[in-house]
């Protein structure tokens, strides 16, 4: 202790701004938001690359019909972590990396609210995955049971089945810590000046992101609770024999599961809305309603989980409620979908890749929203359920969705993270391949769920032969082409730094902005001050900084 | 060329879908669009499927066009000065409105046909379909006649891993089982569908009936089929490994054909078990001794009534080892195979092998109560014959080096008792 205290002090008397440990403790000690953003940016590529991997080894055996290459179990394991690890370890901690690094810096705060915690919200991560992961390699194989965990099947796992359990508890914890920190940051945090309705779009949605977390994680925790007594400590909360409902369950998951959906695209929104206005040189169209629209999406979130299981044999009332509520939630989501368009509507744009992300986002998105509101339609749902229509619709919300989202974003901030311009050239490269190929990949399979392919199979009938091995095409190209993003990230980590200005881009608004490139350890210990009465942190044209001066 | 043809191929598909729309026929299916199906539900969803579609293309004609009008309008170049609007509270709310509008639109066709598809009283005839790992049995309730359906041999020979054959060679490959269900024409067929281990999926496109079977509800569902014709389906809802092979054929038949066959397919089965209450004759094409016709051949004559196929009846005699390690291997094949695997090493811990097992090497009487009765995730197999079990059982044990005692069709018989 007393040598602690020492050192503390010797510290402080030298240098009160102390930078990073050096090495590897810096990165297990940390809890600056910059480094564990960072981390957590890692991290989500690093399982984006191995969810990738499992895509693959589906999407192999699924290039002709027959059974090629592996068997069936393990071909429903593939399916089953593809889901979990590109969920649950790809795009919720890409957000919370994006989060991380950005709310302080957008609201003027020093760091999040909780340092500590948010340490140990990330580094719980790795430990669930090695949890998780490592049931590949254990008797009976890794969890078949898809990524929903309905039981009874659920149930059948072998010794993986525990690890599953633990591992979900731990992305939950995790989540809700990370949840937490952002809440109490936003509530708390502000620069003086900054209200609720001045902040920007990105900290709003992620606000109601974190909130769904909270609310809906530890319903997950409770369900995947329930399988675990049900299989080791004799209860029957979801078997039939023992008086319990296996369709409980999923009212329970979906009740978690669709505002997990949610959670998994309202960041993006955020991104959107600040990427856009960036290269249209003009304001966000209609801040207000983009509040107000996502606040509805989140609510509404709570009340159409069913719509997951119209075909489990709900009363007829049930079934129209849900269809009525889903159909919903297509209004403010076109709210925003027109409010992009109309930021866009004279405005004076060009096409870095960030905006050439966010535009394939809003195009692609809106496409995967079409088909959602299709799947709305309860008597044409029940065509659609489980076949490869629906593994079309939400891989275009997620992948040209959220992950392109991810991708705009990182394109976008990193030259404030690092300092380095990327190879725009490639940036543009990268995104073609992506955008073309991401099509390629899963347009095909609306037809192929039309025509009547059931989803998580791992052999077909030769009518469906051609689309499937279109689809393996694309999948694969796609992949290939992220290795061009990782290249180009690389050259901003380690390429040569201060070439780029604190504004990087001509358009860009807000708090981040008015740092130098790359962005100090440690920003904004003394508040910035805004005197804008304008709805969103302005940037003033004569001066070059924001309209508000550091107090 | 190879994209720019499949893109051909699926407009011409789409638009050929969207105009026709008369034929349901097998042949006719389409690789682009839903199946417009055999039933008049099925038209209407459809129909209704075609109709969102159409309003979602507009929309996205709407939408997408002014997008890419103002990025190629008003990129920089073109358009240096940007505006700067940035609210219309009247806009806004012309834009909120006129989706509820398209939405009401569009509720009220749905919640029609949701209401007729949900009302399955007064129905003719009610079919018990019974979900499990991995195949369905079907109940004609109120006839005492039951079986069960699996994936026809020759597409479970081709599915296996490495199987060296092509499955382009297989006629509808995947979608053919050894019994399929034969449905009258005109009438009201109910369904009560449920399941005996893990959830599965009920699901006829043609029809466009699909419900889960869950373990421990029974779901309702009803069709009506227009005229006679062959429909596929298969189950859509994961239910472990073999869940992309249990498919689902129904057959359907005139009314007095159909009754005709239901009576022959009862009467068979009284008379060849006597007294005994009618069990259902499950699989010919396990139940064909040499002299009978092919797998294929065999389904098809289960559902042609005038060639209706003479069941061979549990033989009196003994059989020879040879005799029933044949037949037995074919029995194996299409009932045990799915899960304790050709190889008899099934797939533990869920699916014991069979090689050396204290079950399949012990005492008969233990082995065939096991078969007669299941056990744990095992169905079970008291609708096969004496004379498939026996087989079955004694290809066990007798097969992998396991070195057991043959089972003869007498002792299941006795066993049933």
Redesign the interface.
């Known amino acids: 202790m007393a040598t602690a205290h020492a050192h503390d002090e010797h510290d402080h008397s030298h240098d009160h701004h102390h930078g990073p440990d050096k090495g590897i403790m810096r990165w297990i000690k940390t809890t600056n938001h910059k480094d564990l953003g960072t981390l957590y940016l890692c991290f989500s590529f690093t399982m984006f690359f191995i969810g990738g991997l499992m895509s693959l080894v589906i999407r192999a055996e699924l290039f002709q019909?027959?059974?090629?290459f592996?068997?069936?179990?393990f071909f429903?394991s593939m399916t089953t972590l593809h889901a979990l690890v590109m969920i649950f370890g790809g795009v919720m901690p890409g957000f919370v990396g994006l989060a991380n690094w950005m709310v302080p810096m957008m609201i003027g705060a020093g760091d999040l609210a909780l340092p500590r915690v948010n340490n140990w919200g990330f580094w719980i991560l790795p430990f669930a995955f090695a949890l998780l992961l490592s049931t590949l390699f254990m008797?009976?194989g890794a969890p078949?049971?898809?990524w929903t965990m309905?039981p009874?099947?659920v149930l059948?796992t072998?010794n993986a089945f525990p690890l599953l359990i633990f591992a979900i508890h731990l992305m939950g914890i995790s989540s809700i810590t990370g949840a937490i920190n952002v809440v109490v940051t936003i509530l708390n945090m502000r620069t003086p000046g900054m209200t609720l309705l001045k902040m920007p779009l990105f900290v709003w949605t992620w606000l109601i992101t974190a909130y769904l977390l909270i609310a809906t994680m530890p319903v997950l925790a409770g369900a995947v609770t329930m399988l675990l007594t049900d299989k080791y400590f004799d209860t029957s909360f979801f078997t039939?024999?023992g008086g319990?409902?296996?369709?409980m369950f999923q009212h329970i998951f979906w009740f978690f599961g669709h505002p997990e959906v949610y959670i998994l695209i309202l960041p993006a929104f955020g991104i959107v809305s600040t990427i856009i206005p960036t290269f249209?040189?003009?304001?966000?169209?209609?801040?207000?309603?983009m509040v107000y629209a996502t606040a509805s999406i989140g609510f509404l979130s709570f009340i159409v989980w069913a719509h997951h299981?119209f075909?489990?044999?709900m009363p007829?009332a049930g079934?129209?409620f849900f269809?009525?509520s889903t159909?919903?939630i297509?209004?403010p989501t076109?709210?925003k979908?027109?409010?992009w368009?109309?930021?866009?509507?004279?405005?004076?744009?060009?096409?870095e890749t960030p905006m050439l992300f966010a535009?394939a986002f809003?195009?692609l998105f809106?496409?995967g929203g079409?088909?959602g509101?299709?799947l709305a339609?309860?008597?044409?749902d029940?065509?659609y359920?489980?076949?490869y229509f629906v593994v079309a619709h939400f891989h275009y919300v997620l992948v040209p969705g959220a992950v392109f989202s991810i991708l705009a974003a990182v394109y976008y901030w990193v030259p404030k993270w690092t300092g380095v311009m990327y190879s725009e050239f490639w940036g543009k490269v990268h995104f073609w391949l992506s955008a073309i190929f991401i099509n390629?990949t899963f347009f095909?399979q609306h037809?192929l769920g039309?025509?009547?392919m059931?989803?998580?199979?791992?052999?077909?009938?030769?009518?469906?032969s051609?689309?499937n091995m279109?689809s393996t095409v694309g999948a694969f190209v796609f992949m290939a082409a992220q290795f061009i993003f990782i290249g180009n990230m690389l050259y901003c980590m380690f390429g040569k730094r201060g070439q780029v200005p604190n504004r990087v881009w001509e358009g860009a608004q807000g708090l981040e902005w008015t740092v130098p490139s790359p962005a100090p350890y440690h920003t904004f210990e003394d508040p910035p001050f805004l005197t804008d009465s304008e709805t969103t942190v302005h940037w003033d044209e004569a001066d070059e900084t924001l309209t508000g001066v550091r107090r | 060329m190879f994209k720019s043809g499949l893109a051909a191929r699926a407009a011409a598909g789409v638009t050929a879908a969207l105009i026709s729309g008369a034929a349901w026929a097998e042949e006719a299916r389409s690789q682009y669009n839903l199946p417009v199906g055999a039933t008049e539900i099925s038209r209407e969803v459809y129909w209704l499927h075609n109709f969102v579609l159409i309003i979602m293309c507009v929309i996205a004609v709407l939408v997408f066009g002014a997008m890419f009008y103002s990025i190629i309008a008003h990129r920089r170049s073109k358009h240096p000065k940007p505006a700067d609007f940035h609210e219309s509270t009247t806009v806004e709310i012309i834009w909120t409105i006129i989706p509820f509008f398209v939405l009401i639109g569009l509720a009220i066709p749905a919640a029609g046909t949701l209401i007729r598809m949900e009302d399955t009283r007064d129905a003719e005839l009610t079919v018990k379909v019974t979900g499990f790992q991995w195949g369905w049995k079907y109940e004609y309730v109120g006839h005492d006649y039951e079986f069960v359906s699996m994936l026809a041999a020759d597409s479970n020979k081709a599915r296996q891993l490495d199987s060296g054959i092509d499955p382009r060679s297989v006629p509808n490959y995947l979608w053919e089982v050894t019994n399929p269900l034969v449905l009258p024409v005109g009438q009201k067929v109910r369904f009560l569908i449920t399941a005996q281990d893990v959830i599965h999926a009920w699901w006829v496109f043609d029809l466009a009936v699909k419900k889960d079977a869950i373990p421990g509800y029974i779901n309702e569902a009803w069709t009506k089929i227009d005229a006679p014709g062959t429909f596929r389906g298969v189950c859509a809802e994961l239910c472990g490994r073999d869940h992309g092979f249990m498919p689902i054929v129904v057959k359907a038949l005139p009314e007095t054909e159909f009754k005709t066959w239901l009576a022959q397919k009862k009467g068979v089965d009284v008379a060849s078990l006597g007294k005994a209450p009618p069990v259902a004759e499950a699989t010919p094409v396990a139940t064909t001794t040499s002299t009978a016709p092919a797998p294929t051949e065999a389904v098809a004559a289960a559902v042609e009534v005038a060639a209706a196929t003479p069941v061979a009846a549990a033989p009196a005699k003994a059989l020879t080892k040879d005799e029933l390690m044949a037949s037995g291997k074919k029995v194996y094949g299409t009932q045990c195979a799915a899960c304790h695997q050709l190889t008899g090493l099934g797939m533990p811990p869920n699916f014991p092998s069979l090689v050396g097992s204290k079950i399949a090497t012990g005492p008969a009487a233990a082995h065939i109560a096991h078969t007669l009765k299941g056990k744990g995730l095992m169905p079970p197999f008291a609708s096969l014959s004496d004379l498939d079990i026996a087989g079955a059982l004694s290809y066990q044990r007798n097969s992998w080096g396991n070195k057991a005692s043959v089972v003869q069709p007498s002792e299941v018989a006795a066993a049933r008792k």
Not at chain 1, 280 to 289: E, V
Request: overall charge negative; cysteine-free; glycine content about 10%.
């Open positions: 019909p027959g059974l090629q592996v068997d069936p179990e429903n008797e009976g078949a049971g898809g309905y009874p099947l059948q072998g039939a024999s319990g409902d296996p369709v249209a040189r003009k304001q966000l169209f209609g801040y207000d309603s299981m075909t489990v044999g007829l079934e129209l269809m009525f159909m919903l297509a209004v076109g709210v979908v027109f409010n368009v109309a930021t866009m509507w004279k405005g004076s744009m060009t096409f535009l809003v195009f809106t496409v079409f088909s509101l299709m339609i309860t008597p044409v029940f065509q359920h489980d076949t390629v095909p037809f039309l025509a009547g059931q989803r998580r199979v791992p052999d077909y009938n030769v009518m469906f051609d689309f279109l």
